[in-house]
């Protein structure tokens, strides 16, 4: 088994209790000095960055990297504050060691039962591993989340932009609450000795030069999960008005600014991903590219002869959020579907009345 396939083994298991829609931190009752889970819903514009949280206690550094899988440009960061929910104050800020995403299991009832689809089209659940401070005195607690983003196109920016952290519906959430109110998420803090025991980030792994097992840093792999931000294109069957069933193949062209970001990847959002197949074409994600630079074309092809895929999901990532003269963060009106490009047709090769829809961000 190769290594970072048993990273995400190892994760898996460790966080199979709080797969779900939802769940509160594993334990409710925690130690200072240890390392919880909290899971987030998975309709919340989670952001997977970690630079801005880390630099809390000293101020927000400038942004110096924006290839670094610290950051997520787009979506942000989530800040996790622990809360004395008496007077309302901050106690600490939680050191976010990793936060990750969980993806349904393809022989889960969720990803082979059509009564479960909405499931299956899911991104997965969405996990935070974080810190508690060994100074944190024992006590009653909320977690209170907020969402942070950096204002883009001043390279030396220090302050941070705080995003309202919205569910799709609109509404505000900072935290699962107590089940009558959605407040923060209460839990209890433990003291034992007043010292770290985090979770670290290592472990056993083989060691192909020499052979055996050798104890090792696996912090790099974890960034490797991380996923990039993400739209949704949807592709509805407009002649069967309610059961929506999707072509058996279509094709789309999609202009979308290359001078502010880089397509990375399209990816199926299907019941059953072995039964269809989606090509795409766009430019090198990883040249050099000024702010002068002319829009892109992404052209996306689909073949599912089982009518089942009615969406697709597309990968990308900011580029110049620095510069003043482009920086920026993507919208849902920087992907402009070609209308004359799209074409649909039926497991007969029939063409077909279709049509094609990006909702508004976050997805």
């Known amino acids: 088994m190769r290594r970072i396939d048993r990273i995400a083994v190892g994760l ?18 925690a130690v200072a000095g240890t390392t919880i889970t909290l899971a987030l819903p998975s309709n919340f514009p989670t952001g ?11 101020g927000f550094t400038p942004l110096t990297d924006e290839d670094s899988p610290l950051e997520d440009l787009q979506n942000g960061e989530m800040l996790f504050a622990l809360v004395d929910p008496a007077t309302g104050t901050n106690t600490a800020v939680l050191d976010v060691r990793q936060i990750l995403r969980v993806g349904i299991d393809p022989a889960s009832r969720a990803a082979t039962d059509p009564v479960f689809s909405g499931l299956s089209y899911s991104k997965g659940q969405v996990i935070a591993f974080l810190d508690i401070p060994a100074s944190v005195a024992a006590g009653d607690y909320e977690i209170r989340i907020t969402r942070l983003r950096r204002p883009p196109g001043d390279p030396s920016a220090v302050s941070y932009e705080a995003a309202v952290a919205e569910l799709s ?13 959605p407040t923060g998420v209460p839990i209890t803090i433990k003291t034992h000795d007043g010292q770290e025991h985090f979770t670290p980030l290592t472990g056993w792994l083989d ?15 974890l960034e490797l999960m991380a996923p990039f931000p993400e739209f949704t294109l949807r592709v509805p069957d407009a002649a069967s008005a309610g059961t929506e069933t999707p072509p058996a193949a279509w094709e789309i062209e999609i202009t979308y600014p290359r001078s502010i970001l880089r397509i990375r990847g399209v990816s199926l959002a299907s019941l059953d991903r072995s039964a269809a197949l989606v090509m795409w074409q766009a430019a090198d994600p990883n040249g050099s590219v000024p702010c002068s630079e002319p829009d892109d074309t992404l052209k996306i092809q689909v073949i599912d002869p089982s ?20 920086g920026r963060r993507a919208t849902a009106s920087d992907f402009q579907p070609d209308p004359a490009s799209f074409v649909a047709y039926d497991e007969n090769g029939v063409a077909m009345a279709s049509s094609f829809e ?4 976050p997805d």
């Open 12 to 29: 898996a298991v460790i966080v199979a209790a709080t797969i779900g829609c939802g769940s509160q931190p594993v334990p409710l009752v």
């Open 48 to 58: 997977y960055g970690r630079a801005l949280v880390g630099d809390t206690a000293a």
């Open 169 to 181: 519906n609109g509404s505000t959430w900072q935290g699962w609450g107590n089940g009558t109110s």
């Open 207 to 221: 060691v192909p030069a020499g052979g055996g097992l050798g104890w090792d840093d696996v912090s790099t792999d």
């Open 307 to 326: 009518r089942r895929t009615k969406a697709v999901r597309v990968a990308y990532q900011l580029r110049n959020f620095s510069d003043a003269a482009c």
């Open 358 to 361: 990006i909702p508004a961000f």
